[in-house]
């Protein structure tokens, strides 16, 4: 089966930076998601990577490292909407998502 | 706004009860997905859809029935409900199945069954 293991929770003080850690286990390995999921909303995608190296988007970074199994998610400069659980989703060899638990971070004044 | 849209948000049933949920979405994919969201649990996917077609049912309890008439809309249609069902059910969709197209989500309905 798959296994993807996140983080259960963080915090961190505004205008911090915090980094979110997903370590994956999957038959065959097609990219990996972050996506961000405000409570009570859709989750809503933020990163893909495929392959090594480091994907920077605005105050959001995400890396790969395919030989080991891990990503990580940087959010820089914390705001308080940045509230919210971060799911690690990875896309096996039949491109299908399995999802971690994911990760509730919240952002503290 | 969002383009992939869910009724209703919220639904309480008995467990003797049907009811149907309903997603559409307006982004012109071809790949619909319904997937179980419990607490402090991962996205469970449920079913998918890829034109029309259910490519995928991941050992779901067939009291949940999907339904796809066309593209554009996807159906779950529950009967004889368990109260473990209670969870947050999103819908998603994405260009195709098959290859790594991120996916849109729905707000989900959040179904308690009494």
């Known amino acids: 089966g798959q296994n993807i293991d996140q983080p259960t929770e963080m915090t961190a003080t505004e205008g911090a930076i915090v980094q979110i850690n997903c370590t994956y286990q999957t038959s065959g390995f097609n990219g990996l998601f972050w996506y961000q999921q405000h409570a009570g909303e859709a989750p809503t995608f933020l990163s893909y990577?495929?392959?090594?190296g480091l994907e920077e988007k605005g105050r959001f970074s995400s890396f790969l490292s395919r030989s080991k199994g891990y990503s990580y998610l940087l959010l820089k400069e914390l705001q308080m909407k940045d509230s919210a659980s971060y799911l690690c989703a990875v896309s096996d060899g039949d491109y299908k998502l399995s999802f971690g638990a994911g990760t509730t971070v919240t952002v503290r004044a | 706004e969002t383009g992939v849209t869910q009724t209703p948000r919220h639904l309480v049933m008995g467990m003797t009860n049907k009811k149907s949920l309903k997603c559409e979405q307006h982004?012109?994919?071809?790949?619909m997905y319904w997937y179980k969201q419990s607490a402090k649990k991962p996205l469970e996917l449920m079913f998918v859809?890829?034109?029309?077609?259910?490519?995928e049912n991941n050992s779901v309890p067939s009291r949940f029935s999907p339904e796809c008439p066309n593209s554009s809309h996807l159906f779950l249609h529950l009967h004889t409900l368990q109260p473990e069902d209670s969870a947050l059910y999103l819908c998603?969709?994405?260009?195709?199945?098959?290859?790594?197209?991120?996916?849109?989500f729905g707000p989900g309905t959040r179904l308690t069954v009494t």
């Open positions: 859809y890829n034109f029309k077609e259910q490519t």
């Open positions: 990577n495929v392959l090594d």
């Open positions: 998603a969709s994405s260009q195709e199945e098959g290859e790594s197209y991120e996916q849109y």
């Open positions: 982004l012109g994919h071809n790949a």
